[in-house]
């Protein structure tokens, strides 16, 4: 069964803590009134089951509220587990990234040590291609030009850290 905007109204109330809670009875877990959904995985992102198929909470509230099926849902706050209305925005899969946090490293977000040399490397990737920035003397360096790159290509989707 697909699942559209209308029937998501018709099963959720969304409340402004980016919850949804059910309207309708569907199992004994899910009475009306209680909290839909959970997070399942290591990712932190919450999901509902409906009909046999995993939904992104994100998606359905997205959905609750524009009437529309998202393609793809940014939380502008890097928190997965953050679902109000006001903290998520429609994002190319490009945005989406430049909107994540750096991975566990030991330089800042987009710049990496030269092997062999005493510099540093910045690079960003714009539409699955990546743009070598040059080197620098300085991780600080490298990173103020992956931001200003950063700001450029993705504007407020920009993320430093």
Not at 38 to 60: M, N
Not at 96 to 107: D, E, G, H, L, V
């Amino acid at each position: 069964m697909k699942i559209d905007a209308a029937l998501v109204r018709n099963i959720f109330d969304y409340r402004p803590d980016g919850t949804l809670v059910w309207k309708i009875n569907t199992g004994k877990k899910r009475m009306i009134g209680t909290v839909a959904g959970c997070a399942r995985g290591p990712d932190g992102y919450q999901r509902v089951g409906l009909y046999g198929k995993d939904y992104y909470l994100h998606h359905l509230i997205w959905a609750w509220h524009h009437g529309i099926w998202p393609k793809r849902i940014d939380h502008e706050n890097c928190d997965p587990q953050n679902n109000r209305i006001e903290k998520l925005r429609e994002a190319t899969q490009s945005q989406n990234i430049a909107n994540s946090r750096a991975r566990k490293r030991t330089c800042p977000k987009g710049v990496s040590p030269v092997p062999g040399a005493s510099t540093f490397n910045a690079r960003i990737t714009v539409n699955y291609k990546q743009i070598n920035l040059g080197n620098y003397p300085t991780d600080d360096e490298a990173h103020a030009a992956y931001l200003e790159a950063a700001r450029l290509h993705f504007g407020d989707f920009a993320r430093a850290a």
